[in-house]
């Protein structure tokens, strides 16, 4: 059982930056795709950025050139940096970890919020 702990959720205000972490119980990064998904009240849970076992990057048109994905193995973070917030990017941020190799291996953190607002 994976476990994945998030935080470097904060209030912000908006044009302001924050960068959220996600370290894993386990250096999982060589066999899993680790993305960071958003959820606002009443809303779907999107999918914000990813990165996966490879190394290959791929992000949400609403965050391209503002959010940026990366990790560090000896760390066993994830992290996501945020830049040009916007009270629209106001929701609880959850990291999540799918086995590439065997999808039913999917797992959850337990979220952290962002709040942008003046």
């Known amino acids: 059982q994976v476990q994945l702990v998030e935080s470097g959720g904060e209030l912000v205000q908006p044009g302001g930056s924050l960068r959220l972490s996600c370290i894993a119980s386990?250096?999982?990064?060589?066999?899993?795709?680790v993305g960071w998904y958003r959820q606002a009240p009443g809303k779907q849970r999107d999918l914000v950025a990813i990165v996966t076992a490879g190394g290959s990057t791929n992000y949400a048109d609403f965050v391209k050139g503002r959010f940026s994905i990366s990790r560090d193995h000896a760390k066993k973070t994830v992290y996501l940096q945020m830049n040009s917030l916007q009270p629209e990017d106001t929701a609880v941020y959850y990291c999540n970890a799918v086995d590439q190799w065997n999808p039913n291996r999917n797992f959850w953190g337990q979220g952290t919020q962002v709040t942008v607002s003046s």
């Open positions: 386990e250096n999982i990064f060589n066999m899993y795709s």
